[in-house]
């Protein structure tokens, strides 16, 4: 009998080693535990750092448009948006083009908190990048992209 401090090697994992979802699932899990142990103390998630990317790259466009392109649902993204205000990083403006929506912008304090942001994010990506052998990112961002994309029968 396993007692339950026994290792998980001694586990039958029956399928799920050969499932895609189970193996996502587990590498998601990874670079989430070490995007916190390089943000946290931040105050940034890996959702909040993706609002501050698009935000950086995209100033202007509305918390719509951040959202849709995140996968993020409104109430979900008036949140973050609500957190990364608080701490002066992004700054809500009436749009130019609907006045029934706002368009983000970076803060002063924003484009300098994003630069240090950015670096650790690339610093904790080059460690697990290391793993794999030369060419195998490009492929696996590849392949990743391809699992992203919708099935033909979804475009119906």
């Known amino acids: 009998m396993a007692t339950s401090g026994s290792s998980s090697d001694s586990l039958d994992f029956g ?32 959702g909040l750092f993706g609002v501050l990317v698009l935000v950086t790259r995209n100033p202007g466009r509305t918390q719509t448009a951040i959202a ?25 403006r009436p749009s130019l083009n609907d006045r029934r929506s706002y368009a983000l912008y970076l803060t002063e304090h924003g484009e300098r908190f ?10 904790q990506e080059r460690a697990l990048e290391a793993r794999l052998e030369a060419g195998e990112k490009d492929l696996l961002i590849d392949m990743l992209a391809r699992l992203c994309q919708p099935d033909s029968h979804d475009n119906t």
């Open 114 to 123: 994003y630069q240090t942001i950015e670096n650790r994010v690339k610093e």
């Open 15 to 46: 399928i799920l080693h050969d499932l895609i979802g189970y193996r996502l699932r587990r590498t998601q899990l990874v670079f989430f535990n070490r995007f916190a142990e390089a943000c946290t103390d931040l105050g940034i998630s890996p």
């Open 68 to 92: 849709q392109a995140l996968g993020n649902d409104r109430s979900a993204m008036v949140a973050a948006v609500d957190k990364l205000e608080k701490m002066d990083l992004v700054e809500r």
